[in-house]
């Protein structure tokens, strides 16, 4: 049966410039991303419990990041058998934000790293994208927060706290409400999410946003990882948190190859294996029966193929919903252990040693980041046994900077593969309509020994 590997971090491909210009919506969290109350809002809360219901310590048991003061009234009251009737949570919050206000005036608080530089440059791109709040705060809990520190003025709109519960909704109602004072409906791919915690990763998948995580909150950037953000820094300052965004900031920035997988954007995938692959498979029946890497495997197609002609098969992929989904769809009447999935960056794995026979790879050269091919080449020199056979199908276009994909010219494969790897032929495969003569088919072969000295 196949099996999904461990998950490997990372993110190893670049947004396309152009379509990082089209953001016009960036919604940021408050609590650990915009401001540190210094604990400000947990001590209100703490007080509100007992001034109110006489529960000193009440909110103990409270988990606060990433949450809607909604969610936490009603936890707190139904965890003291209280009724959480809408107007005990609306007395409670009352009370709340005239205590939050007390606390803020102690001032204990301070603005993250970054946030007033970052917020600037946003305005001062040629096009400036809305900017808006997405914050579990109720609006005037928000409003005292923001004014403790001088940002009352620069945000148009926002979903709070006591819009819903629920903060992925948070974000379906602060994306409407841009889309009605913009007067169209937003795409995905145009709003930014900037927050601290894993929910604010999660709302902005929830409405296909990519994610800028920071973890000035406290969680550290391999948890915020782990929930494939677009980009995680530490804080607004790393100048990666300005390439998210817009022009002006020339920096490639890593596609959210997870996200596009999560809501469904996958126009690459055809659901088959490339009839070039096909045409290969059928022309070479008698191929000894070898171990085959397929990278960027996706939805696993072209890996099920390379299976079924007989071969043990490990597709491999960044994207973790791809590789669930490739599992998942696998066939069952496989022979066990032919076929197994792995989330992980071929670019970044480092195997004890090149073990495969063949790598066969599939419109994945062409959406790595140009500046990252000399990583590739390396790549592949760590994963292919000598005298390993290199596959590869590539999709051709003139020199485009702003992919994926990229640009790539049979020149330049010929140039970059053949100082390492001896070529055994290419030629013109059948292909998917819309890319034929679009695409060309390379056979490369490592050199058994000698030529091509292992690379660094
Ligand atoms: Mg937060």
Known sequence: MPKIGRKVLGVSRTFPQDSAEMTRLVLFDIDGTLI????????????????????????????????????????????HRIPDTPWNVRHFLDAYVFLLDAE??????????????YIQALRALPE???????????????????????????????????????RNQLAVIARDRANRRLGRRLEGHEIVVIGDTVADIECAHHIGARCLAVSTGGMSLSDLLAHSPAV??????????????????????????ESLYRVGDTRW????????????????PSLPKSRVLVPGCGRGHDAVAWARAGHRVQGLDLAPSAVADAALRAPSDLPAGSLEFVAGDFLAARPSEPAFDFIFEHTLFCAI???????????????????GSFLAL???????????????????????????????????????????????????????????????
């Open 36 to 79: 540190r109350t210094g604990g400000a809002g947990v001590r209100a809360f703490e007080r509100t419990a007992d001034l109110i219901h006489g529960r000193p310590r009440g909110t103990d048991s409270l988990r606060f990041h990433g949450r809607t003061d909604t969610s936490l009234v009603r936890e707190f009251l139904r965890t």
């Open 104 to 117: 803020l005036r102690h001032g204990a608080g301070e603005l993250c790293p970054g946030v007033r530089e």
């Open 128 to 166: 400036p994208p809305l900017l808006g709040l997405l914050t579990g705060n109720v609006r005037l809990g928000a409003a005292l927060k923001l004014a403790a520190h001088g940002l009352t003025d620069e945000f148009v709109l926002g979903a709070f706290g006591d819009d819903h519960e629920d």
């Open 232 to 257: 995680a820094v530490e804080s607004l300052e790393e100048p990666v948190a300005g390439t998210v965004v817009g022009p002006g900031h020339a920096v490639s920035v890593p596609t959210d190859w």
């Open 269 to 284: 995938d055809k659901g088959q294996p490339a009839p070039g692959l096909a045409d290969f498979l059928a022309r070479n």
């Open 369 to 387: 980041s140009p500046n990252r091919r000399d990583e590739y080449l390396e790549a592949i020199w760590r994963h292919l046994r000598p005298g």
């Open 394 to 456: 590539h999709y051709l276009q003139p020199r485009d900077p702003s992919g994926p994909p990229f640009g790539v010219t049979v020149a330049e494969i010929l140039r970059r593969f053949g100082t390492r790897l001896e070529l055994v032929g290419h030629w013109v495969p059948p292909s998917f309509e819309g890319r034929q003569h679009r695409e060309r088919f390379f056979h490369w072969r490592r050199p058994a020994g000698g030529i091509g000295k292992s690379g660094s």
